[in-house]
């Protein structure tokens, strides 16, 4: 399985849903229990795991290994098993490590499928909220909540005027920058949960999502969900948001433009 084909996609996009029950599956019988946290930045931060992070990312690698034997996989607490295949996993076990730890439902499993760098298919599971969002294909993604399947659309008729802005910053952007900003931070009204507000946006509850600092890990899984949705993503100065960094997702062009210039002042 070395190109790239519909039939191809279908055989990923149904490992996809099928991982998202399993992974939730996992969690009720073997992680649903409080875990300690160690600080893995070492005095510098807090960038916090636990032993449930290396125990979903073991499964998860498991999953891909056994299905698809010559893929790439990149975790964030593994690391990189390299192969010469064109297609590559990346793995973020729990996104939101810290709402797991005090028990906000908020946190996610995040996998992507990239094909040559580019992420082509994604999956969001979060196993307390009993739902998870993933894509088929370039324009079809859903959520699947209590069983339930729906196809997701961002809310494309957003305006600048009644725009509604999550965001967080996570101790990344300097008060020096944030003062050169202020109307962003007039327009970040809502908080930014993990990757549930990302979420969110593809249902078209919030309007636009930015952060700073991510990985790839916390990003690749979010970008083919949201794109097929209808959603635009960029980092802060206008590059493809899969190389991670400061990001941007927005309902819809227009508003995109708006924010990245509105925001240039803080690249500075």
Request: with cysteine; hydrophobic share 40%.
């Amino acid at each position: 399985m070395s190109e790239l084909n519909s039939k191809n996609i279908n055989i990923f996009a149904g490992f996809l849903n099928r991982l998202a029950k399993d992974m939730t599956r996992f969690y009720y019988l073997k992680l649903n229990k409080p875990f300690k946290a160690i600080n893995k930045s070492k005095g510098k931060g807090y960038d916090p795991v636990t032993k449930a992070d290396r125990a979903f990312e073991k499964f998860i690698r498991n999953k891909i290994h056994k299905k698809f034997p010559t893929h790439e996989i990149i975790g964030e607490e593994f690391g990189r098993k390299k192969t010469k295949s064109d297609f590559t996993w990346v793995i973020d076990p729990i996104d939101g490590t810290r709402s797991f730890i005090i028990g906000n439902p908020t946190w996610s499993n995040l996998v992507a499928l990239n094909y040559k760098g580019n992420p082509i298919l994604g999956l969001a599971n979060f196993p307390e909220l009993n739902k998870y969002y993933f894509n088929t294909s370039k324009k079809n993604s859903y959520v699947v909540e209590k069983g339930k399947k729906r196809k997701l659309f961002v809310n494309k008729k957003a305006n600048f005027k009644n725009i509604k802005v999550a965001g967080a910053f996570h101790g990344w952007l300097s008060l020096k920058k944030q003062s050169k900003i202020p109307k962003v931070l007039k327009l970040m009204q809502f908080p930014c949960f993990d990757a549930l507000s990302y979420a969110h946006f593809c249902e078209g509850k919030i309007d636009l999502v930015m952060q700073c600092q991510n990985k790839i890990w916390d990003v690749h899984a979010l970008i083919p969900i949201i794109s097929a949705a209808g959603g635009v993503s960029s980092t802060w100065n206008n590059k493809d948001a899969k190389n991670a960094g400061n990001v941007l997702f927005s309902a819809n062009k227009t508003i995109h433009k708006k924010m990245l210039k509105l925001l240039k002042p803080a690249l500075k």
